[in-house]
């Protein structure tokens, strides 16, 4: 009886100190930077996406990984996974590079779409989830925002 007593004190003191690790603690922000296309073959492509994750809190945060979805257009466009640790400081915000692969047809598609609007951005929303050093449950976000192509001569 007085290890179950134990057993259940000490779990109750390990729930109670992940909570404490969450009071107060606000998800990181994610948005796009930029986007490049990396590589271009009959099957798929490799986008270059750059990230920007803002730190809202008083405190450094290391992000362990970022796994996301991002949808152009209100389509998905591709789904990205991050498995390098960034260290965001408190109240600041680090660039995140990473790659993300599309079908050629789901590309096409897109390409079509934004040719037809060429003269309006791109409206884009990132949403996801970051994995966050000793924080036990990852944080999520979504982004909502806009991008403007550059302007072909």
Not at 49 to 78: H, M, Q
Not at 88 to 101: C, R
């Amino acid at each position: 009886m007085k290890k179950m007593v134990s057993l259940w004190m000490f779990m109750g003191l390990l729930i109670l100190s992940g909570c404490q690790s969450l009071a107060g603690l606000e998800s990181p922000e994610v948005s796009v930077s930029g986007i490049n296309l990396n590589s271009f073959n009959l099957f798929e492509q490799e986008w270059g996406l750059t990230l920007r994750a803002r730190n809202p809190n008083d405190r450094e945060l290391t992000l362990n990984s970022l796994d996301y979805e991002i949808y152009v257009n209100g389509e998905k466009f591709a789904r990205g996974l991050t498995n390098e640790r960034i260290t965001l400081p408190a109240m600041g915000d680090a660039q995140v590079t990473t790659t993300i692969t599309t079908s050629l047809l789901s590309s096409l598609q897109q390409l079509q779409k934004i040719q037809q609007n060429q003269d309006q951005p791109l409206q884009y929303r990132l949403v996801g989830k970051a994995r966050v050093a000793g924080v036990p449950i990852p944080l999520s976000f979504d982004k909502e925002g806009e991008m403007k192509l550059p302007v072909m001569p």
